[in-house]
């Protein structure tokens, strides 16, 4: 069962043009729950659009849906308004867990729907015993290096070639019986 947290509210143009108002309407409320069935065709476009783009699709709609129903793999949605704004696959093994997807749609991107899909994430993953999480990005994407390395991922090395043999990844991974650092500012 997932969660809903409210989405702070955002500052408003004022009326006069001079300093900004606070908008005082309802909150969004951002609701972190498993796939539901019928969602994998659209978590495939998101996909091929935020994660994919200048590869070869190859997490299709039916790719997806067989994580979703695998019990060694969680899809996970969030959802504003009841619109998927962000998701993320994670399948677990034995001795670690593997983030294959994560993506958030442009228009939800720096609200924390990434912090908090993947904290939903890491707390399953330390339920069930598993304390290392690792996964792959493209090494030219450091706005996902930033993300990944501000939660506590560290680099654990590179593949070339990992993407379809056009590009490279670099590896990262966290060990989540160590709590990050504190960051102060």
């Keep these: ?11 408003t143009a004022a009326l006069d043009g001079r300093s900004p108002a606070t908008d005082n309407g309802a909150m969004e409320a951002i609701l972190i729950a498993p796939a539901r069935r019928g969602d994998s065709a659209r978590l495939a476009a998101m996909s091929r659009r935020l994660i994919e783009p200048g590869l ?4 299709t709609a039916g790719r997806i849906e067989r994580h979703r129903r695998h019990e060694d793999s969680v899809v996970l949605t969030a959802r504003i308004a009841g619109s998927i704004g962000g998701f993320a ?11 294959n997807l994560l993506a958030v749609e442009p228009v939800h991107q720096r609200q924390g729907i990434g912090r908090r899909l993947v904290g939903w994430l890491e707390e399953t993953a330390r339920v069930a015993g598993t304390f290392s999480i690792r ?12 993300f990944y390395g501000a939660l ?4 654990a090395g590179s593949v070339r070639g990992y993407y379809q043999g056009t590009e490279d990844a670099l590896r990262f991974e966290r ?9 102060d500012g």
């Design 1 to 11: 069962m997932g969660f809903v947290e409210p989405e702070p509210a955002r500052p």
């Design 56 to 59: 070869e699709p190859c997490w």
């Design 89 to 99: 696959i994670m399948q677990y093994g034995e001795d670690a867990a593997h983030l």
């Design 135 to 146: 996964l792959e990005v493209r090494a030219s994407n450091h706005v996902a290096r930033a």
């Design 152 to 155: 506590g991922y560290g680099e």
């Design 175 to 183: 060990d989540l019986a160590v709590r990050p650092a504190r960051r």
